[in-house]
């Protein structure tokens, strides 16, 4: 019970944070960002829109797999969609946390910085909870 409700919430954040790094993709694209950065951003954004996506497939298997009405012998595949989805859903955090950070520098030195810090700082808290809990 406990593993699903978790495969769930990650399943439901996932989709919301996919579909942010995909808005977010289609701003940069839509902008015409160009220069190293730029690509760089666009880069981590998509990583980030796809990885959120596999979140959501092995968070949509993993749900179904320990599902009590499911079938007899689907429970061993859980492991393997676990797996996807976690890897999934932390590589889309920090690809989308890096994508925020470089955008910044398309537009000036310093909203690069202030991009580029909050994402540290948001990276390092992830870090802290992903450590912590993972």
Do not use: E
């Not at 949509?60 to 499911?70: I, M, Q, Y």
Request: no cysteine.
């Amino acid at each position: 019970m406990y593993l699903s409700a978790i495969a769930a919430q990650t399943g439901g954040l996932s989709a919301f944070l996919g579909g942010f790094a995909a808005t977010f993709l289609g701003t940069l694209l839509a902008l015409n960002v160009k220069g190293r950065t730029g690509s760089l951003a666009i880069g981590f954004s998509v990583t980030s829109s796809v990885a959120f996506i596999v979140a959501v497939v092995g968070s949509t298997a993993t749900v179904a797999a320990l599902h009590p009405d499911g079938p007899a012998g689907r429970v061993g595949s859980a492991g393997f969609a676990q797996v996807v989805m976690s890897i999934g859903f932390v590589l889309g955090l920090y690809a989308l946390l890096i994508s925020l950070g470089l955008s910044g520098w398309s537009r000036s030195k310093g909203t690069g910085w202030t991009t580029s810090i909050a994402a540290a700082l948001g990276i390092i808290l992830v870090t802290g909870m992903v450590v912590s809990f993972g």
